[in-house]
């Protein structure tokens, strides 16, 4: 997916509803986290600049979830590819950019 506000408003909306999504939840994790990435060296135009602190949030939330949920020897072997992050949360990440 490109990196652009469209996409990530498409990635939440999958984050929502995972059932139709292409992507699992640890990969719209990842995606935000190199999204974000990419404008930290740089100013950002408005429109990104106004989803930053939401791309941030669901690839930290994403491993408060992990370390809050699983021992530390469950971190260390499981691949997490079908773990689910609440649906709750991407509504509500979704409402803050809308």
Same mark, same amino acid.
């Given at each position: ?18 059932? @139709? ?6 990969? !719209?994790? +990842?995606?935000?986290? #190199?999204?974000?990435?990419?404008? %930290? ?22 491993? @408060? ?6 021992? !530390?020897? +469950?971190?260390?072997? #499981?691949?997490?590819?079908?773990? %689910? ?14």
């Amino acid at each position: 997916m490109p990196f652009t506000r469209d996409a990530a408003i498409q990635m939440l909306k999958w984050g929502a509803k995972p059932e @139709l999504s292409p992507y699992t939840h640890k990969q !719209i994790a +990842e995606w935000c986290d #190199k999204f974000w990435c990419q404008y %930290l060296e740089v100013d950002a135009e408005p429109e990104i600049e106004s989803l930053l602190p939401v791309l941030t949030d669901v690839e930290t939330q994403w491993d @408060l979830y992990l370390a809050n949920t699983y021992s !530390i020897e +469950e971190l260390k072997t #499981k691949d997490f590819e079908n773990e %689910l992050m609440p649906k709750e949360w991407f509504n509500e990440w979704l409402r803050q950019v809308a």
